[in-house]
């Protein structure tokens, strides 16, 4: 069958696809959103993972989302809501006393910590600001002699100069050391130290004495807005389905089930796509939400430049985190945790050295003996996901390299094992509790959710993989050396995480006739 009814096929119904749907729509453009799975959000999902316990499947908090895409697809019109929002980050100690970041407060800190941890916050918030108006826009092209990109370099480049002399030499400073460096010589408590490390490494091939943690940890923050992640109302899906809702409702259609085998070229540009079932589509564009590496798998390397090819072959994308979810008989007690606190953003992370002797393994395609793990048990602030009194509890668990070099059959049990006792030290008897239990692995991520290497931000984020180079020359500005094909996903700038932008830019870029560079 051929269908030319419409002008833009999206490949994936992640937020970014949906979001790029969304505003292609409102522009006036026919959209077909092609969803391999069966529900909307990719990586913002919910699912029942044993009966009657629902978890966020992948994210589960919501820190970055973009506050111009909430508003301008009404995201809580079209159904989000919160079940917790400015929530604390507590650093479980095991023994001794715990360290609770509340905004910018700290409980648990000397003087001289919170002295020193409003004045970091002060400053890595407005490196963020700068940094998210580079991101909430297409970067403009460096070497082209248009206008329009002259004068959002300009715009940009005097942003960078209101932060003030100050503030711009310890950027460059900052920005050439590590996280683990930066937190060394400007806080005495290492539970805090640890905590600024995983802001920086979490879902990153990294530890925090690892170049470009900086960078990481700024993206982390692009629009924090200094209170704290949120919990979906109803897990992370239910911020897919807003998603789709404000996607349909610009006009966009959305098709579940319908996986894209190729992407299909005619006279070298794109003009369709091949489903698995055979089904043929056509239309003028051809945008990807899928990630770098299985956007031009599925256009073919022999249709590719070989130079192209080898630049996408050496995009990193090496996926370290592991997703645990854990349904509860009760609520687990921890160690020194005031139980009203049980609801917050729980790290399982006491030193700098702990992160990065756990990320040291992954270097030689080992898993962390000692896991590092930030946890959430959503159940305290949403009795949706649970039968009465019982809890969910969910874990981001690093490190768990992709390529495991004993193997993933072999690797698994050991790897849930590991968490489990690092749980089980700073909760004493939770494994009694446990009912049902399930490790998502980088090759499981990879699989359910067709992120190819199982990465959080579908790649890297480094400053060799980030603003105008992201994700890798001539695919950084949304359109592809492929006339005709985009890409909308994390792998495009601004990266991974929750934020819709890559997607919005994507949209915006398209509308404005963007080509490849
Ligand atoms: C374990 C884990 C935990 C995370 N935790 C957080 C968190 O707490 N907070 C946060 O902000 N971020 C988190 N992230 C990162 C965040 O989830 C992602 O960066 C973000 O969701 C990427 O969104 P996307 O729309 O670009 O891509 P995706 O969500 O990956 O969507 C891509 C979509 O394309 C579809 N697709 C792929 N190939 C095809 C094909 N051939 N045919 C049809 N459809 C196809 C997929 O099925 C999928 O629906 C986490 C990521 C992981 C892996």
Known sequence: MTDATYDALIVGAGHNGLACAAYLASGGRKVLVLEAGERPGGLAATREFAEGFRVSAAAHLLNMLSPEVAKELALERHGL??????????????????????????????ANDQAAFTEFQRRMRRYAKVLNRFCARPF???????????RLLAKLAWDVRTLGKADMRELLRIGAINIHDVAEEQFENPLLKAALSMDAVLGSHMGPRSPNTVYAYLHRH????????????????????????????????????????????????????TLADGTNLAAALVVSNADLKSTFQLVGPLNLDAGFV???????????????????????????????????????????????????????????????MEVTIATVHDDSLAPPGKHVLSAVAQYAPYALKAGW??????????????????????????????LLTPPDLEARFG???????????????ALFTRPVPGANHYATPV???????????????????????????????????
Not at 90 to 105: F, S
Not at 141 to 149: F, I, K, N, P
Not at 232 to 241: F, I, P, R, T, Y
């Open 81 to 110: 809501a919160y079940a917790a929002r400015n929530l604390k980050t507590v650093v479980l100690p095991g023994n001794g006393r715990q360290l609770v970041i509340d905004g910018d407060r700290l409980e648990g800190a000397s």
């Open 140 to 150: 403009p092209h460096l070497t082209e002699r248009r206008g329009r990109d002259n």
């Open 222 to 273: 692009l629009n924090d807005d200094g209170q704290g992640p949120a919990l979906v109302k109803g897990g992370m899906g239910a911020l897919g389905d807003a998603f789709a809702a404000a996607a349909e409702a610009a006009g966009a259609t959305i098709r579940y089930g319908a996986r894209i085998a190729s992407i299909d070229l005619t006279d070298c540009r794109a003009a369709g796509v």
């Open 310 to 372: 080898r630049r996408v072959h050496n995009f990193r994308a090496r996926g370290v985190t592991a997703k645990l979810h854990l349904a509860l008989d009760g609520l687990p007690e921890f160690r020194g945790l005031n139980p009203a606190d049980a609801g917050s953003r729980l790290l399982a992370a006491t030193t700098m050295d702990g992160i990065e002797g756990a990320f040291n393994h992954a270097k030689y395609g080992e898993c962390s003996p000692q896991p590092v």
């Open 409 to 438: 059959r072999a690797g698994r049990e050991t790897f849930m094992h590991s968490c489990l006792s690092q749980l089980e030290a700073l909760a004493p008897g939770i494994g009694e509790q446990v009912i049902a239990a399930e």
């Open 451 to 465: 992120l190819r290497g199982g990465h959080w931000h579908h790649g890297e984020i480094a400053l060799d993989q």
């Open 483 to 517: 006339p005709g094909l985009y890409l909308c996903g994390a792998s495009a700038h601004p990266g991974g995480g929750l934020l819709g932008l890559a997607g919005r830019n994507a949209a915006k870029a398209i509308l404005a006739g963007a080509d490849a560079a």
